[in-house]
Each structure stands twice: as C-alpha cells, then as structure tokens.
C-alpha cells in the first residue's frame, strides 16, 4: 500500500524548534519529489516547502524561508522538516504530500499523509 | 506570488443538485490546476488534474475545466459523501498556492 506517515509533531513554545518526519512506503521515494502543506486550525491549506527528488532543487514558502529547512534520506525513506524559530503561527496541521507526474508536464499532489499537529504556545 | 480566489467561500446544497465552484488565477497559469477535496480531519484528496483531467479512481461526475485564469469545478450530481471543503492549488509555479476553499454543505 502506498503510504505516507507523519511524526514529530507537539507542543512547543515560541522561539523553540521541532523535527517533523515523513515515514513513506510502498513506492519507489527517491523517484519522486516531495512537498510540505499545513494547515492552521479552521483555516485552509497552505504549501510550505518542496524538495526534487534528488535534493538538488528546495523551495520554500516566504513565511517560512530563514527558518524552516527541508530535506530527505532516500536511502531511509523518509522525508523532513527542520522548523526553528518557531512563531505562535506556524501553529498547524502539517502534511506532507508526494508530487507525481500525473501527465505530461503536470504535476500534482496524488498522495497526502494524515498529517501531524504542531502547536506552538506559551 | 500568484494569489487564487474561490467563489463562493461556502453553498448550501441538496443531493442531486449540480454545484460548480470557481476559482479564478491572478495570472495566466495555463492549465496548471488541480482541484482537491478535504473532508473534516481528514487529508486533502486529489480530484482533478491539468484542470480538467480526472484522477484515477474518482467518479465521473466530477469534471473541471477552464485554462489561463478561470477555472471551474463541477459536480453533476452531488453525493452524500461530496459534502466537504473543495480548494484549488495552482501548480504553475513555486511557489505554489491553493485558493483559501468552498465548503460545501446540506441544505
């Protein structure tokens, strides 16, 4: 079965830092690249952050950028956030979602995990 | 950044009835759209592709269309289990954006 598993998530207080995991199985992970997507508390979603499926090519979200840095072991499966600085705003649901090329030259995000909550709070 | 807009932000709906949800590109973004469906608590779903493609294993009677900066998300015939939140996420370019959503709800 085609799976993706976040980790990592809880409480936090502002300034502190938090390692998110994605945990993926069933498909072939180092062929595919891969993104973050959150999701504030009754609130829409929001893309984070994307790394290729080599690493060689990371973009991140402009609230994020400074503070946030994503990578991934393809040899573990596994994909990562690093979040640092952490403000009462990045409180949220965070997904992490694979990109397929679903057609040519279209991508999409085919598979979500379950998600992971953060919450950052004094 | 190119900004997404969804009309209307929530309808009200019996089963049977047609709805359709907009979603309009501040920018020409071809037809690099996907639409998804999240129901509460649950993980976004991918519905449509390329604006107008239908992932595998959805059903037929939703459809999209439209290409540069109005798009649209139809469902012919609404379902018990089509009551949710539909967003539209431009994938044109990074970074990439969703529209803040429609919910769709029980008249």
């Known amino acids: 079965e085609v799976q993706l598993v976040e980790s990592g998530g809880g409480l936090v207080q502002p300034g502190g830092s938090l390692r998110l995991s994605c945990a993926a199985s069933?498909?072939?992970?180092?062929?595919?690249?891969m993104n973050w997507v959150r999701q504030a508390p009754g609130k829409g979603l929001e893309w984070v952050s994307y790394i290729s499926s080599s690493s060689s090519t990371i973009y991140y979200a402009d609230s994020v950028k400074g503070r946030f840095t994503i990578s991934r072991d393809n040899a573990k499966n596994s994909l990562y956030l690093q979040m640092n600085s952490l403000r009462d705003e990045d409180t949220a649901v965070y997904y992490c979602?694979?990109?397929?090329?679903?057609?040519?030259?279209?991508?999409?995000?085919?598979?979500w995990g379950q998600g992971t909550m953060v919450t950052v709070s004094s | 950044a190119i900004q997404m807009t969804q009309s209307p932000s929530s309808l009200s709906a019996s089963v049977g009835d047609r709805v359709t949800i907009t979603c309009r590109a501040s920018q020409g973004i071809r037809n690099d759209l996907g639409w998804y469906q999240q129901k509460p608590g649950k993980a976004p779903k991918l519905l449509i592709y390329a604006a107008s493609s239908l992932q595998s294993g959805v059903p037929s009677r939703f459809s999209g269309s439209g290409s540069g900066t109005d798009f649209t998300l139809t469902i012919s015939s609404l379902q018990p289990e089509d009551f949710a939140t539909y967003y539209c996420l431009q994938d044109y370019n990074y970074p990439f954006t969703f529209g803040p959503g429609t919910k769709v709800d029980i008249k």
């Open positions: 979602a694979r990109e397929a090329r679903v057609a040519a030259q279209h991508d999409a995000f085919d598979i």
């Open positions: 069933g498909f072939t992970f180092s062929s595919y690249s």
